[in-house]
């Protein structure tokens, strides 16, 4: 009894988290590109074909054949969308750069600081989360806008004679992201970092290495998994990040969620939508796949 108990509780670990994948992940996925291949129409929902249980067998396959990939043509005809992808990718990559750079030094330090005070130093790193994230980004309004704190103090000290422009550009952004997600970077950082032995810091240099190659050498190639975890929390979300481009951008700014809510909301054309947001999710995980797979195959061979 006591190992079919423990057979049937192995069984239920491995069919739970597939079972959550296939109701929260591969349920909607497949309702977003089952609309991605319909037709916009003047209804609720505002596509068709709709389905129903009446409709029987054949009615069921007769609409089943008038799907097509038209959506999907448009978006390739159409080069706002192109750039509209470019832009975001673009815009993350360089925000999760920036992300890194200043979280790694954050992570570093708490790392390096007694560990009566890390527990403290970890809640500030999460205290912003405390806040709404929505409150925080008009924050931020406040600070960059023409009359706002940041250009007060820089006139004030005599920094600058006129104010800068910083709210509605990209530069704006790169700030509103870098800001709301650096906990996401810092903390996979810092479990990386804490859990490594000092003593091969100290051991590379009594080799002669000099602090600074010491870093490079060992403490940078032990923490790249928290590197990788760290701008992945980081660059996915902010691909499809739509409120932060909507406030602190500028009309020139180009983010394919701000694109993806106009379809949506504005313009009403399910369909379309559901394509863009099914060509965004294929754009996000297929590299992530391909990323798993072989890290997977490089553990396998350094074992």
């Known amino acids: 009894m006591g190992k079919l108990g423990s057979a049937v509780y192995n069984r239920l670990v491995m069919i739970v988290p ?6 929260f992940f591969l349920a909607p996925f497949f309702i977003v590109f089952r609309i991605s291949l319909s037709a916009t129409a003047i209804a609720m929902p505002p596509y068709e074909p709709s389905f129903s249980f009446s409709d029987g067998w054949a009615g069921f396959m007769e609409k089943i054949s008038t799907f097509s990939f038209d959506n999907y043509s448009y978006l390739i005809d159409d080069p706002l969308y192109f750039n509209a992808y470019i832009s975001s990718l673009v815009i993350a990559g360089v925000s999760t750069f920036l992300t890194l750079l200043i979280a790694y030094p954050i992570a570093y ?4 600081a007694p560990r009566s005070i890390r527990p403290t130093l970890l809640m500030l790193v999460i205290l912003p989360f405390w806040t709404s994230f929505l409150i925080r980004v008009y924050a931020w309004i406040a600070i960059l806008k023409p009359e706002g704190l940041l250009n007060q103090l820089l006139i004030g000290t005599g920094v600058i004679d006129t104010p800068l422009i ?22 996979p ?41 760290g701008c992945m929390l980081v660059f996915i979300p902010a691909v499809g990040e739509f409120v932060i481009p909507d406030l602190l951008g500028g009309s020139q700014t180009l983010m394919i969620g701000k694109t993806l809510w106009n379809e ?13 947001a099914t060509i965004l999710l294929l754009i996000l995980v297929v590299p992530i796949v391909f990323f ?9 061979q350094g074992r």
Do not use: H
């Open 189 to 229: 950082l810092y479990s990386s970092l804490e859990k490594m032995d000092g003593t091969l810091i100290e051991a590379a240099q009594d080799l002669g290495c000099t602090p600074i190659r010491a870093f490079w050498r060992v403490t940078f190639p032990l923490s790249l998994p928290g590197v990788v975890a």
């Open 292 to 300: 798993q797979n072989a890290q997977a195959k490089a553990d396998e």
């Open 264 to 276: 949506f909301n504005s313009n009403r054309d399910w369909p379309v939508s559901s394509a863009v």
């Open 18 to 23: 597939y079972a959550w994948l296939l109701i």
């Open 166 to 187: 910083i709210l509605n550009t990209n530069v704006a952004v790169y700030i509103g992201i870098v800001y709301s997600y650096l906990p996401f970077m810092v903390l």
């Open 109 to 112: 330090g708490m790392a390096q």
